[in-house]
């Protein structure tokens, strides 16, 4: 019933359960061997992101004509999903250890390698992109009071904040997915 890529997605986006079905078993090594490259956690972090997303394709897949356009669609769909479930990680982590603003110390020393190479590609930024990154993530404030603070609409800090964000992890990406 569903022999392309363009049936199987009208079928998830109108919720029929055999289209949802085959999707998730189509797609779930796809959808977890990104998790695993991005992430680069263990397995039930993984399973993590791989079951939010599929919540996430379900709720806002629209047609794709093309299994390379669906891909690469899942693969934006999997970054954010992870960096979602990883922010939300360390809020919780924040909140149960009474954290203080500073430096987070990384578990083990696994990370400080990319945690150095992220504070260095941030500081070579534009100041004022630096203030918008500093209020957002270190002070955890949402993009309309950053707007007020800023003299800036909501959609203005949002879409700065992006680029800044797609530009450090088309960085990132060139500096250490060649490592790998």
Not at 123 to 132: G, K
Request: some cysteine; glycine content about 6%; hydrophobic content about 40%.
């Amino acid at each position: 019933m569903y022999e392309t890529i363009r049936e199987l997605t009208i079928g998830v986006a109108r919720g029929e359960q055999g289209a949802v079905e085959l999707f998730y078993r189509r797609f779930f090594d796809l959808l977890y061997g990104h998790a695993q490259r991005l992430s680069r956690r263990d397995e039930n972090f993984c399973l993590d992101v791989v079951h939010d997303c599929m919540l996430r394709i379900v709720r806002t897949i629209r047609h794709v004509e093309t299994e390379a356009q669906l891909a690469a669609w899942l693969k934006l769909v999997v970054q954010s999903v992870a960096y979602d479930l990883l922010r939300r990680e360390q809020r919780r982590i924040r909140r149960e250890k009474n954290w203080t603003p500073g430096p987070t110390p990384s578990p083990n020393g696994e990370h400080q390698e990319q945690i150095d190479w992220l504070r260095r590609e941030i500081a070579a930024l534009d100041s004022d992109i630096v203030r918008l990154i500093e209020l957002r993530y270190e002070q955890d404030w949402t993009l309309a009071r950053i707007g007020r603070l800023m003299g800036l609409s909501v959609g203005t800090v949002d879409g700065r904040l992006r680029r800044a964000i797609r530009l450090m992890r088309v960085h990132a990406s060139e500096v250490f997915d060649e490592r790998i």
